[in-house]
């Protein structure tokens, strides 16, 4: 039997590299459906969920800015990337059967809806699925202050984060063997130590509003039903 969900509404934090399976650029079609099948299965439980996509797959306002762009014009363009990954995973949502809605923070009213705080709450109250695209919407910033901001709007209980690795760690356990895991923190153990979970503008955030971040792997298949069921491995930060 399947246990009680712990929470009501959770936003979830995919990077854009979640996307990309083993390629080093862009859409992996596959891995696009897996991430769809997460989702549909923690949806199936009857929790509201909502998403923030990143963009880095396909490009990052620093790696523009490095080359010689203006950040505010590079930032643009990598807000057009995260759209560009919120519409294939809304398609592939609904390939799956699940409802659901694009909204964009820069409105591009023949693509998605634009971003409207009562209408996603509305989607997500009938049972839709909500992925916000563009980010804030605004230049220098990140897809994950975007994340903890509409957590922010949507009352979300949880903010997951679905990155590579299960949980968080002292140093990057790929590169560190022996790098320490952290089944628990704090908001300001993360802010004082400088751990990479989310950057400070987003921890912040969340802390003010009091959302609990559970960081997991989004690479292990089932995983995000797991973690919000409580079970699994995933460090939260309260
Ligand atoms: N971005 C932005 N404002 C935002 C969110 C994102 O300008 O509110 C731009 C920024 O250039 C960033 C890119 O969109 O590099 C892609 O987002 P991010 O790097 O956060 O994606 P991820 O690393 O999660 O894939």
Redesign the pocket.
């Known amino acids: 039997m399947m246990d009680k969900p712990r929470y009501r509404r959770v936003l979830l ?5 979640a996307l990309m399976g083993s390629r080093d650029y862009g859409l992996d079609a596959a891995t696009v459906d897996r991430v769809a099948a997460d989702v549909r299965s923690v949806h199936a439980m009857g929790i509201e969920v909502c998403l923030v ?5 396909i ?4 790696s ?1 800015a490095s080359q010689g762009m203006e950040r505010a014009t ?6 057009l ?2 759209v560009i990954n919120s519409l294939a995973v809304q398609n592939a949502l609904e390939k799956a059967g699940v409802p659901v809605r694009v909204q964009s ?1 820069i409105p591009m009213s023949s693509v998605c809806e634009p971003y409207i705080r009562r209408r996603a709450v509305r989607h997500m109250e009938k049972g839709r699925v909500v992925i916000f695209g ?13 994340a903890a901001l509409r957590a922010s709007e949507m009352q979300v209980d949880a903010l997951l984060k679905g990155t590579k690795v299960d949980g968080v760690y002292d140093a990057d356990p790929v590169k560190v063997p022996d790098a320490k895991r952290y089944d628990r923190l704090s908001y300001m153990d993360v802010l004082s130590h400088d751990l990479a979970v989310m950057d400070h503008a987003a921890i912040s955030l969340a802390r003010e509003n009091g959302i609990p971040i559970l960081v997991f792997s989004i690479a292990q298949p089932g995983t995000f039903a797991e973690v919000v069921q409580g079970h699994g491995r995933f460090t939260i930060v309260t």
């Open positions: 934090k995919i990077s854009g590299e996509i990143g963009g880095g797959n490009f990052r306002g620093l523009g590079a930032d643009h363009m990598g807000m990337a995260t923070a563009a980010g804030t919407g605004n230049p220098f910033f990140t897809t994950d202050t975007a």
